[in-house]
């Protein structure tokens, strides 16, 4: 069986990032990206894309291709003997103006070691502000579709990791609605390489047409201050998450990754004040009555 | 010789967090702290005080004293067989409205076990937004006397452990011009359990004076647009430094402490933009310049 190339893989992420740029630029409806080239001096670089724009505040899509001596804590904690690695992947974290549309965050990413290991990884997740049910079905019913098309399993399995690793463990609730979430795809899975790169690509083709009509379905729902308010406090949990508790961005700083493009996930404007709770029965107390693992939106 | 019971120790922080509130009040002019005091399930419980105020846009003076079965990772990190502990403690950060004035944190607490073991630890260190050289001077000089009165090493050994400890590692800058930082205070250093304890409260009680100095000092500086949003990049990186670096934030975080009290360091807003650099030669880039571990104030 061929493989497919790690520069083929890159050069597919890399158009995905432009597809998607277009497709957010035209939803968006007035922003345009801002490109920005860097070099990483162990080897490969990146092209960061952030928009600031009419519809989405602050925006960042992400392409890399990276390379050299695989970094020793991840070869001791992967069990492997020193080698190389490379890695390639898009990441984006949108987030919108309105309260009333979601943050969204999508990563596909590829990886492979001198000696001969291989896998995809990725994943798709939506953090509303306010949970909208029609909005939460829409949006993993996509996600399903995308999986179904390549093995039953992917979605319920995928759907539970998100539930999972979105979790912010010292609030005990999960950052937003999930989605699916894949790490270390490899042929267990029972495809090949070439299969297992045309989920992630679908995966990644998904998050565009799905977010647009996320941004739709919000253009006309009214907000003022308060929703304004609870929004930065959900962003301030957004960062919580982020900070405390992923191990992409937790990795990425403590082994000297590039910062500005880790934490191109911050929100613009954050807010905390102490203890704040919603009052029971509002809307904003319904939101967080639906932040839990294990709701079967589909 | 007699040692201080817990039940003392705990009292005296307890009168300093009422002095401390007292001397904030007055310098703040105008706001008032609420008070909220709260039960630890497994024993213990705290008294925290907040303030939205005139001077001060957000500030925490936290009071706790907790005990109950010592935590496993605890007991494996230090060594010591399964046993009970005691804890208690001061602990302060206070966000200013004006960019001219810094933020400052401080901190006293005391620990002990049910197998004997005790210490104090603490500290005070300061973040301004804009670094005043004169400020940063009176600030160590400050500390430097009060630790002088104890021990010829204090200041030069705490002050070292304080640029060591507040580093924002992955942006290779201090938190901000430091101060003082020590733990694990026991009779290792030459001192009796009350002499430490004297030097622990000693530094408790230099923390409002020096504030209120430091506030008055920033009253008259004029500030508009630009000088904010610096502020609030800077407290971006509080909050980055907070969550992805302050061990007694992240052991917290990971042991089920109480949230509200970890998390009332947090600034009331922060802002993050990607990649923004100061101009060279603009005051933002001069105090980046000063941003540094090794800087001798004194």
């Known amino acids: ?36 080239n860097w070099q990483r001096p162990e080897g490969g670089g990146g092209r960061s894309r952030v928009l600031e724009g009419a519809t989405i505040e ?6 890399s291709a990276v390379h050299g001596p695989l970094p020793d804590v991840t070869a001791k904690a992967m069990n492997l003997p020193p080698t190389t690695f490379f890695a390639t992947g898009v990441s984006i974290v949108l987030h919108p103006h309105s309260p009333m549309a979601p943050i969204i965050h999508m990563n596909v ?9 291989w896998w995809f990884g990725g994943g798709i997740d939506l953090t509303p502000h306010y949970v909208v049910p029609e909005d939460a079905r829409f949006f993993h019913a996509s996600l399903k579709n995308t999986c179904d098309r390549f093995h039953s399993d992917f979605y319920p399995r995928f759907k539970s990791n998100a539930d999972d690793y979105f979790f912010i463990k010292h609030r005990q609730e999960t950052r937003g609605i999930g989605g699916i979430f894949f790490d270390y795809l490899d042929e267990n899975t029972g495809l090949n390489q070439e299969e297992i790169f045309q989920f992630t690509y679908a995966v990644g083709k998904t998050f565009a047409p799905v977010y ?39 990795f990425g700083l403590e082994t000297n990754g590039r910062v500005e493009s880790i934490l191109m996930s911050m929100p613009p404007v ?19 009555d639906l932040l839990k693992k294990g709701i079967d939106w589909v």
């Open 1 to 36: 069986m061929t493989m497919l190339t790690k520069e083929y893989i890159a050069e597919q992420f890399r158009l995905l990032q432009d597809d998607i740029c277009q497709q957010l630029e035209a939803a968006d409806g007035g922003g345009r990206f801002l490109e920005d």
């Open 58 to 63: 602050k925006g960042g899509v992400m392409f």
């Open 109 to 117: 990413r590829y990886f492979e070691t001198g000696n001969g290991r």
């Open 212 to 250: 647009t009509q996320l941004l739709e379905n919000a253009r006309h729902r009214a907000w003022g201050d308060p929703e304004k308010q609870w929004q930065m406090l959900r962003r301030g949990r957004y960062v919580e998450f982020n900070l405390v508790w992923d191990r992409g961005t937790k």
């Open 270 to 288: 954050a807010t905390w004040v102490y203890n704040r709770k919603p009052e029971p029965g509002s809307k904003e107390a319904e939101t967080l």
